[in-house]
């Protein structure tokens, strides 16, 4: 990447549209006795970034391909601002897809690639060689234009496909783990250009992901998907620090799993108290999702000792070994340097926990 | 192809290693100059002088047979002296009679060869690319279907054939075309790789789905994505089956029809030296053809360098 300019043009006029209402209402869809999407209800606003994160086989990419109109449900119903598209094909959806693996044409130029979806609409020819050029110069690759594919690198193509994809001023823009073929580098300085370019089109926009990190950055709102159907939708805000269940403080985010006692309310930690966030779990023991930074080191506490720390640029995580053998992760300043065997004390902080019935 | 290097040129060997004894003194020095004898060899290729020897049994054995046949085609008589008299002959019409039959089954091989062709692109190759795009499990099955030819003898398939061409000779009658029908079963093997070949190195499924995502209609899908991308495949697997075609004889022989190879053995009893003839054209038309594959390919191959501007 070696043009993620700072100077980044605003997104040029003939791309922008008005973002769609995309809903998916009580959809199904089976394979064999498998349900890969379970009821999956979800609206998507107009102009908004939504995620769907779930860990592998919970049924998002089905989901997106079901709405792209790639894969045919069972049940349910699926609507573009308000029109029900279940049984329109593919090509009749007006639906702009970046896949995961590299899609563009290999025996066509980038030019023809873009131009492709122009070319299927019958948009004449002057109208498309301007439009072309607007979609190419919003990914900065107009000096590319007369490569293949194959010229390219991945980021560079996975911007290619973006800019095909958006250059049909499609009512809805779906990304499929677009950046996971990508190296670290690259995939954080691509998210954010797409994070910008929709905004910027203010295009409705759903994004696959099992990358929660890479969610929590770029979304408005994420759905956490879990055996076919949301376990939890909400901002990365409401998810991290609010989880509704063990499952989505287990996957949104880093969290230590600490046994302890619920009573009213208040879980019981290593006889620290702290509210719990579900209040449907009855009294008795619970696993308490205690995150890192709600962890400290303090001169009194649990005891235990120092077993690995790792270096994360601004922050410091340190694993340590309680007394009775249980593992945290507490996340501390820089500065404060541990080693490993060092004999330290931990309290929690009393952030609010999500919490499971120990089973 | 995801992460494309920094371009920078290679170096024959670190710059800043110690310069140790006669050791480094053969490792600091970049093959090409330092000639191949002194040079430790790495890798698994074998050297120079191996491989110009395998090179040229290998040539010799393929090149005797082809040479011995042209000499003949010059040969007068049995005292060695050499004329071109035997090619001038096929140009006689007074000799038209004798060599009528050469040209008849050649007419008639290239014939079963346009069939042959069509039942390729027409019945494969549509099969083979349906099965990759909704049928995958089904890929196994139809690959040993198509491989099965090729582990029957023919004389064992004739066998099959015979009372099928009872039949067929019924319905279209007992031209050489007909057997365009057994000969593109014999030819689906060598049909079959190299459009698999082909559907396995493009990304099938994504790049149908990003074309229909785009708008495209199913018949857009094929004219503009699948076939341009599966061209040099379809190519291979068409020049295949000509030379399989031109190269048939049992079952022409067993099911009496005329083509190409029937009529060179019948013609050998009047005149041997026009079969010569004819036989190493087929040779060099099947070679030529195969020469024609291998460009396909290399255009390609040869495009697919990385480009040296690249960023990362």
């Known amino acids: ?359 | 192809m995801a992460a494309v290097s920094a371009g920078a040129p290679a170096r024959p060997a670190g710059p800043a290693r110690p310069a140790g004894p006669a050791r480094s003194a053969r490792t600091s020095r970049p093959a090409r100059t330092g000639g191949p004898a002194r040079a430790p060899r790495f890798g698994t290729a074998p050297s120079l002088g191996t491989a110009a020897v395998v090179l040229i049994v290998v040539g010799l054995v393929f090149a005797v047979p082809l040479v011995a046949l042209l000499q003949f085609t010059f040969r007068q008589g049995t005292d060695g002296s050499l004329t071109t008299a035997h090619y001038t002959a096929l140009a006689d019409p007074a000799n038209a009679g004798t060599y009528q039959p050469v040209f008849d089954g050649l007419g008639a091989s290239l014939l079963i060869a346009v069939i042959a062709v069509a039942i390729v692109l027409l019945v494969l190759l549509p099969a083979q690319v349906i099965t990759a795009l909704h049928h995958p499990r089904l890929r196994r099955i139809l690959e040993f279907v198509c491989l099965v030819p090729i582990t029957v003898p023919v004389v064992v398939l004739v066998v099959g054939f015979v009372p099928v061409y009872q039949f067929v000779a019924q319905v279209f009658g007992s031209g050489a075309w007909t057997l365009s029908f057994a000969i593109g079963i014999i030819a689906l093997p060598f049909a079959f790789r190299p459009i698999s070949a082909a559907i396995t190195a493009m990304d099938l499924i994504t790049l149908t789905e990003a074309a229909r995502s785009l708008g495209a209609s199913w018949w857009t899908v094929t004219w503009r994505v699948l076939l341009p991308n599966l061209r040099r495949g379809i190519l291979a697997a068409c020049f295949l089956t000509i030379t399989v075609v031109l190269g048939e004889y049992t079952l022409a022989s067993f099911l009496s029809r005329t083509t190409f190879q029937t009529a060179l053995l019948l013609v050998q009893g009047t005149d041997p030296y026009v079969a010569a003839i004819f036989s190493l054209g087929a040779l060099v038309f099947g070679f030529l053809l195969l020469v024609a594959i291998g460009r396909i390919g290399q255009r390609r191959t040869r495009v697919r360098r990385p480009h040296p501007k690249d960023p990362a």
């Open chain 1, 1 to 359: 990447m070696t043009t993620t300019a700072p100077t980044a043009p605003a997104a040029p006029a003939s791309l922008s549209g008005a973002g769609a209402v995309v809903e998916l209402d009580a959809v199904e869809k089976r394979y064999g006795t498998h349900r890969a999407l379970a009821g999956l209800s979800l609206r998507v606003e107009p102009g908004e970034f939504l995620s769907l994160l779930g860990p592998s086989g919970c049924g998002k990419t089905t989901a997106l391909r079901a709405l792209a109109g790639l894969e045919a449900i069972d049940a349910g119903a699926i609507r573009i601002d308000g029109e029900d598209v279940a049984n329109t094909p593919a090509n009749k959806r007006d639906m702009g897809m970046v896949f995961q693996q590299y899609s563009l044409f290999p025996h066509m130029t980038v030019r023809q690639n873009v131009a492709f979806g122009l070319e299927m609409r019958k948009v004449p020819s002057s109208e498309r060689k301007s439009r072309v050029v607007d979609a190419l110069d919003m990914v900065h690759l107009a000096d590319f234009a007369d490569r293949f594919p194959h010229q390219l690198s991945g980021g560079q193509q996975q911007r290619v496909a973006l800019a095909r994809a958006l250059v049909t001023r499609p009512r809805v823009l779906l990304l499929d783990e677009p950046l996971s073929a990508l190296d670290a580098k690259v995939r954080v300085s691509l998210r954010e250009e797409i994070r910008r370019i929709q905004s910027d089109l203010g295009i409705t926009t759903v994004f696959v992901t099992h990358d929660q990190e890479e969610a929590l950055a770029v979304s408005d709102r994420i759905a956490v998907m879990n055996a076919g159907d949301i376990e939890q939708i909400g901002t990365p805000e409401e998810l991290y620090r609010s989880p509704s269940s063990a499952f989505t403080a287990d996957f949104v985010g880093q969290s230590n799993r600490l046994g302890g006692d619920l009573r009213g309310g208040d879980v019981f930690v290593y006889g620290f108290r702290v509210p719990a966030l579900d209040l449907t779990v009855a009294d008795g023991p619970v696993l308490a999702y205690v995150r890192p930074e709600d962890i400290a080191f303090a001169a009194e506490g649990v005891t235990g000792r120092v077993v690995s720390s790792s270096f994360l640029g601004s922050i410091r995580r340190t694993t340590v070994r309680l007394d009775d053998d249980t593992i945290v992760t507490v996340q501390h300043e820089v500065g404060d340097r541990r080693v490993s065997g060092d004999s330290v004390a931990v309290r929690l902080l009393g952030a609010p926990v999500a919490v499971a019935p120990v089973s």
